[in-house]
């Protein structure tokens, strides 16, 4: 091999060797934004690290500068979105509630029939409300809000579709009158159409009867 190309290759491999051990480091004993942040510091080394080779300059200079953007990439999820998601857990602790991040930095709450709706009704069910008192609560005014309805395959479409946007609406009415502003709120109504389990089943109709709260930071 040329010795103008072995040198710089293996910087790379070394700098490729520490991203691994920083993307090792984003174990499950850390919470999730420090995960976020040391996942996306490996990541930038190893980027880093090939540009810094490829284009002359070093690769171990160039994982240290990919690293630290990486860092910042991998944060975008706050500490105050971190909080929230730890509130929203406690709250919903028992109820079956799933709350957890998204790829994309959004926090998801899944709330299945059993909490949220009868069927057939867009009643809010007095056991969800502790949980909507809490995406409420204190809730930055940089964050929105995204509620999406879901219904089983029982019934229309003609009853289904507008079923579910209902549902998202008392959703986004019971948060109004929690002081968040309908203004951040978007609601979106998808029928059957997007099921998570077997519609052949009660159990699996019930699991698609639900609805999906989405809180996002906005840049």
Not at 139 to 166: C, F, Q
Not at 184 to 203: K, L, Q, T
């Amino acid at each position: 091999m040329n010795s103008s190309f072995s040198m710089p290759l293996r910087q790379s491999a070394t700098a490729v060797l520490v991203a691994a051990a920083l993307l090792a480091t984003g174990c499950s004993s850390m919470s999730e934004r420090e995960q976020g942040t040391a996942k996306g510091a490996g990541a930038g080394a190893v980027a880093g690290a090939i540009i810094g080779s490829v284009t002359g300059g070093s690769a171990g200079r160039g994982a240290v500068i990919g690293g630290a953007v990486g860092a910042v990439a991998g944060n975008l999820w706050s500490k105050r979105m971190e909080d929230k998601r730890a509130a929203l857990a406690q709250a919903s602790q028992g109820t079956g509630v799933e709350v957890a991040r998204t790829d994309d930095n959004r926090l998801r709450l899944n709330v299945p029939s059993d909490v949220s709706f009868d069927t057939g009704r867009a009643d809010i069910k007095p056991q969800m409300r502790p949980v909507l008192d809490e995406v409420g609560r204190n809730l930055d005014p940089n964050v929105h809000v995204t509620i999406v309805g879901h219904t089983d395959s029982t019934g229309s479409d003609a009853i289904n579709d507008p079923l579910s946007r209902e549902r998202a609406a008392a959703v986004r009415d019971y948060l109004s009158l929690r002081g968040v502003s309908t203004a951040r709120v978007s609601v979106a109504g998808r029928g059957s159409h997007e099921p998570v389990a077997s519609n052949d089943s009660e159990a699996g109709r019930a699991a698609n009867r639900r609805v999906e709260i989405f809180l996002s930071e906005q840049g």
